[in-house]
């Protein structure tokens, strides 16, 4: 009889980035948080937030997966991936560093 696994993996919707964002806070030390989210304060969370789900939603090659428990049904991890499927994309800018 086959269990259910405690874990699993997901693609993430516009409406998970919220507890992405919130769970990387979090986890990541300040110097991380400033270089790599461009967030001084948890005030800078909405700011990232509509970053990423613009980002999201137009363009394709933005992908964002997430782990959730299924015993709490919170996210425990998250990654994002940039992947071109032509050197078009590439072309078109997409992929570029953030603003900050």
């Not at 259910?4 to 998970?16: N, S, W």
């Not at 990387?24 to 270089?35: E, K, S, W």
């Not at 989210?37 to 939603?57: F, H, K, N, V």
């Amino acid at each position: 009889m086959a269990s259910t696994p405690p874990f699993v993996l997901q693609p993430a919707k516009k409406e998970d980035m919220k507890e992405i964002l919130d769970l990387q806070y979090r986890c990541f030390p300040d110097l991380v948080r400033r270089v790599l989210m461009g967030c001084d304060s948890e005030a800078d969370l909405p700011r990232l937030q509509a970053e990423y789900i613009e980002e999201m939603e137009e363009s394709g090659s933005v992908v964002w997966h997430y782990v959730k428990d299924l015993a709490s049904g919170r996210i425990i991890a998250a990654s994002n991936w940039k992947i071109f499927l032509n050197r078009q994309a590439a072309l078109r800018g997409e992929g570029k560093a953030p603003g900050w």
